[in-house]
């Protein structure tokens, strides 16, 4: 099977990253799925934004979880990119739900758990992802472990994924014992060594953040099950390229 292509907070290359029109983006350059980050409002609603703070991606400043939903839409999250993008707003998960519920795009949502409790932030996500039909293509990852149990015990069906830093000491046993079914591993940690020995153990590795074409290249020669770029494109023409020998 090809290694699938994840668009990183969509086409983040070309458009602000997070954005519908990023996601947009990358359903025109015909990515398998999108990446993004989830996390809570002040008044607890699940949108898509990374940084903790307003401040990298939009014009507003302080904590996300200082401000209610609507409080957020009075930002920009496209301004900083490129004045084209003044009008891009943070999306709700809700939002991101219902477009791709009737495409077959993929999902990989990050919980961004990791750094800040977010209390409920699993349930919340669960609830949204069977509303929409998503539960099946959809794979939750985080930095925080104990919150993929928590999505295990919420529905035991939806899959998860070990997303982690550095190079782990055999990552797959730390993946079984919280109930991942894949490995999300850092570009410089990915070799053909770990990719062969947790394919012998039953765990796909999806390679993050792969840009750059020689990289996308030794990736997909090594038999990589996916990749999250920022350039979706590239990265399919370089495994169509590849796929024709």
């Not at 983006?25 to 015909?30: E, H």
């Not at 293509?137 to 928590?150: A, H, K, P, V, Y």
């Amino acid at each position: 099977m090809a290694p699938l292509i994840y668009a990183h907070r969509g086409a983040s290359a070309h458009c602000p990253e997070n954005t519908m029109e990023a996601f947009r983006l990358a359903r025109k350059q015909r990515a398998d799925g999108i990446e993004l980050d989830v996390q809570l409002t002040r008044d607890g609603e699940p949108v898509v934004i990374h940084d903790h703070t307003l401040n990298r991606t939009t014009d507003g400043s302080g904590p996300v979880s200082e401000y209610t939903c609507r409080e957020l839409q009075r930002f920009s999250a496209g301004a900083w990119f490129h004045p084209l993008f003044q009008q891009a707003r943070i999306p709700t998960l809700e939002e991101v739900c219902a477009y791709l519920a009737p495409t077959s795009m993929r999902l990989i949502v990050e919980l961004k758990n990791f750094f800040l409790p977010q209390a409920d932030l699993e349930e919340k996500v669960v609830e949204l992802l069977r509303a929409y039909g998503l539960s099946e293509r959809t794979i939750i990852s985080s930095f925080n472990f104990d919150s993929l149990l928590r999505i295990k015990e919420l529905d035991d069906r939806l899959a998860t994924a070990l997303l982690y830093v550095g190079n782990l000491q055999d990552p797959w046993e730390i993946a079984s014992r919280y109930q991942a079914q894949e490995l999300h591993a850092p570009r410089e940690a990915v070799t053909s060594s770990l990719i062969k020995k947790a394919h012998r153990r039953g765990f796909p590795v999806v390679a993050w953040t792969v840009n750059a074409a020689p990289h996308l290249r030794e990736v997909f020669a090594m038999k990589v099950d996916g990749v999250i770029t920022n350039y979706p494109l590239r990265a399919r023409k370089i495994r169509e390229k590849k796929r024709k020998g």
